[in-house]
């Protein structure tokens, strides 16, 4: 598994010293309420040395982990597609970290893993989410009722969104000597 960069990100695979780090994220009421339940146990199985169908990359900025985003895989034929999740710190939230590192790995997952669509399925009021997903070109596809169980133990609405291959702007390639802004 390669590490992927952009411009201000680095998503690399998990290493365990990120117990620490992304526990303590994932410990703040405000990430807590979209994932939550997790101690150093789940951290460790989930993220840090997750099942084979799911592929974590822990997000970096500035040498600093500032979140994790993963991705699973449906690889049969008829039914191709990959699904995305992701959470940060809050520190890091409103400076458009979210977009970057799901751009980032949709080029991943469509150029190299080959997918023609991906999903991504928030809680129907997570609102900040549904805007970060918008603003990469996610497009809302319809409301799941009673979808997942929430952090109060109720069942919760989600949305599933999806982004087509075709209707996907990448992120502008840096090439060194090039600029990509108008003369
Ligand atoms: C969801 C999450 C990844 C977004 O990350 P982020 O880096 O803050 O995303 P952005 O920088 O694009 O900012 C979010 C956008 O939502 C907007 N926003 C914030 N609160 C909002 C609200 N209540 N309603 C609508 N839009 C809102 C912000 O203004 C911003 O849009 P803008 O750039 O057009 O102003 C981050 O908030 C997070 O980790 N949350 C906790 C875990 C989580 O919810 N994970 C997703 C599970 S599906």
């Known amino acids: 598994m390669k590490s992927l960069r952009s411009e201000r990100l680095l998503l690399r695979p998990a290493r365990p010293e990120d117990l620490a780090p992304l526990l ?3 410990s703040d ?4 309420r979209w994932w ?12 840090i040395a997750p099942d084979p169908d799911v592929t974590v990359y822990v997000i970096e900025h500035e040498h600093s982990v500032i ?5 699973g895989e449906e690889l049969d034929p008829q039914y191709r597609h990959a699904s995305i999740d992701l959470f940060l710190s809050p520190q890091a939230w409103g400076r458009g970290f ?7 790995l949709a080029v991943y997952l469509f150029e190299e893993r080959g997918h023609h669509r991906l999903v991504i399925d928030p809680a129907a009021d997570n609102a900040r989410a549904i805007r970060a997903y918008e603003k990469v070109g996610f497009r809302p596809v319809g409301t799941m009722r009673q979808y997942e169980r929430g952090a109060d133990g109720t069942w919760h609405d989600g949305v599933l969104l999806d982004l087509l291959a075709d209707e996907f702007v990448p992120p502008p390639v840096e090439r060194p000597g090039c600029s990509t802004s108008p003369e």
């Open 36 to 47: 939550p339940g997790f101690d150093e146990s789940k951290v460790e199985s989930e993220l």
């Open 67 to 71: 979140g994790a985003i993963q991705f």
């Open 29 to 32: 009421p405000a990430v807590a």
């Open 98 to 104: 979210a977009p970057e590192a799901i751009r980032t």
């Open 24 to 26: 303590a994220i994932l």
